[in-house]
C-alpha cells in the first residue's frame, strides 16, 4: 500500500521559514512525481510545488518563486519542501500528492495523497 506521510508544518510568524517532508516507504520515486499542493479556507486548491519523476526538473508556483525550493532523497524516498519567507497568505493546509506526470507545471491529477500538514503564518 502506497502511503505519502507529510511532517513539518506549524505555526510561524511572517518572513520565517519552515521545511516540509514527505515520507513515502515502499514508494518508487522513478515511477512518479511528486509534489505540494496546498488549500487555504474558501480558496481552490493550488499546486505549489512539484519535481519530475523523468527528469528531476523542477516546477514552482508564481506565487512561491524565489521563496520556495522543493528537493528529493531517493535514498530516503523523501521528498521536500523548504519554505523561506513566509507571509500569511501561505497558511494553509499543505498535501504531498504523487502523481505519473507532470502537466503544464503542475501535479494534475495525483493518484496519491497525504493527509495533508497545516502551515500556519501569523502576521
Known amino acids: 500500500e502506497v502511503q505519502l506521510v507529510e511532517s513539518g508544518g506549524g505555526l510561524v510568524q511572517a518572513g520565517g521559514s519552515l521545511r516540509l517532508a514527505c515520507a513515502a516507504p515502499?514508494?518508487?520515486?522513478?515511477?512518479?512525481?511528486i509534489g505540494w499542493i496546498r488549500q487555504a479556507p474558501g480558496k481552490e486548491r493550488e499546486g505549489v510545488s512539484c519535481?519530475?519523476?523523468?527528469?528531476?526538473?523542477?516546477y514552482y508556483a508564481d506565487s512561491v518563486k524565489g521563496r520556495f525550493t522543493i528537493s528529493s532523497d531517493k535514498a530516503k524516498n523523501t521528498v521536500y519542501l523548504q519554505m523561506n519567507n513566509l507571509t500569511p497568505e501561505d497558511t494553509a493546509v499543505y498535501y504531498c500528492?504523487?502523481?505519473?506526470?507532470?502537466?503544464?507545471?503542475?501535479?494534475?491529477?495525483?493518484?496519491?495523497w497525504g493527509q495533508g500538514t497545516q502551515v500556519t503564518v501569523s502576521s
Open positions: 519535481i519530475s519523476s523523468m527528469d528531476d526538473r523542477t
Open positions: 500528492a504523487a502523481d505519473t506526470m507532470v502537466v503544464d507545471g503542475t501535479l494534475r491529477s495525483p493518484d496519491f
Open positions: 515502499g514508494f518508487t520515486f522513478d515511477e512518479y512525481s
